[in-house]
């Protein structure tokens, strides 16, 4: 799976948070006797593939990781902060308006990795807005983290984004929140300080069909997914076809209710930045897989009208201070966004995963509003 430089990095997080191998999770995806297969390797910080790639480079999306370095400025001796360091050469190269045009406000989920076609929507600055030498170290950058896979696979990579249009319509964003100057002051908190510039741990490449990020805050999350296609990047059974992005706060919209009905609630809570959305094209069973990453039970908070949260408040409208309203939402919503629910007094339990309740709303027609 990986490159000879990748593996030797590779060793440092698997020795101290995944034990080696041992710590690992092996999945042979497909049946040998029928065709390619692929392999995944999960661990602690860990997403690898190898096998078939009959979609794009790796086969689907890859993730690393490292947990050192936390809460410091270029997460010293994270094994990783190469990769940042890369990105960060391409900022100071900049010009202040393109600079400007590259910071955004809050980065999304960073399991947001469903990527989109050509004509979609990217934030940061687009490379068509970069001189010669600013594309080349973007190109750097991908080459630089590439590289730490086999060979092969990293001159598909390139491939595949050639593919899609090469880097004319690839975009780089970097969050605000998450530059530091050489003193660790926080970019967003100071004044402008001349030709000094920031350096930023939180960032984004992404174009069509591509998905890089790099969360390297408190320590480092990375992930990449390369699609040949689009329009076929998740698995199962077509559930619906949408015709145009749905993101950000139309995601919730579509997802509370399908939480809603499961315990014929008042209404629902789905808290937190959202790991998925909606891009053009079949939603599959696996595309309502990704908006539930981890798996997680929907529950019923019982709450009285005058212990509700605001955002509940804001989500009903007239409230009754004497009566008692049934709140769906997530278990791990219980203690993670107490604040938001409120003061629960009951919570009803079930079998029912975020997942598959997904599905049935799709299934149900739940996309026509929001897509059509």
Known sequence: MQSESGRARLVQPLKAEAAGLDGCVLTIYGEPERGPCQSVISGCHLDLRAGTQANGSFGDGIAWGHQIGNHELRVPGNVWAHHSDALNRLAAMLRPEQLSTAICAEPPNELLLQVQSKGGRF??????????????????????????????????????????????????????DYGFYADGARFADSTPRGNERPYF??????????????????????????????????????LAEAHQQVEG???????????SVVFDADAA???????????????????????????????????????????????????????????????????????????????????????????EHVRADGLRSLTS
């Open 123 to 176: 934030e940061g600055l687009s490379a068509k807005a970069m001189d010669e030498a600013q594309r080349a170290s973007l190109c750097e950058l991908i080459t630089t983290v590439v590289s730490a896979f086999m060979p092969e696979y990293a001159a598909k990579a390139m491939d595949d984004i050639a593919a899609n249009g090469g880097f004319e319509d690839v975009h780089v964003a970097l969050y605000r």
């Open 269 to 359: 809570l789905m808290p937190g930045p959202l790991p998925a959305r909606i891009v053009p094209g079949p939603v599959t069973t696996g595309t309502m897989f990704t908006f539930d990453p981890f798996a997680n039970h929907l529950v019923a908070a019982q709450i009285r009208g005058d212990q509700l949260g605001e955002m509940i408040r804001q989500r009903l409208g007239k409230i009754d201070p004497a009566r008692t309203y049934r709140i769906a939402t997530i278990d791990y919503a219980l203690e993670e966004y107490r604040a938001d629910l409120g003061q629960v007094e009951r919570v009803e339990s079930s079998d029912q995963l975020l997942r598959y309740a997904l599905i």
């Open 201 to 238: 741990q939180v960032w984004r490449v992404e174009g069509p069909g591509l998905v890089l990020h790099f969360q390297g805050w408190l320590h480092v999350h990375a992930y990449l997914r390369l699609t040949r296609d689009p329009l076929r990047q998740h698995v199962g059974e077509t």
């Open 249 to 259: 706060a139309s995601v919730r919209s579509f997802m509370e209710p399908a939480m």
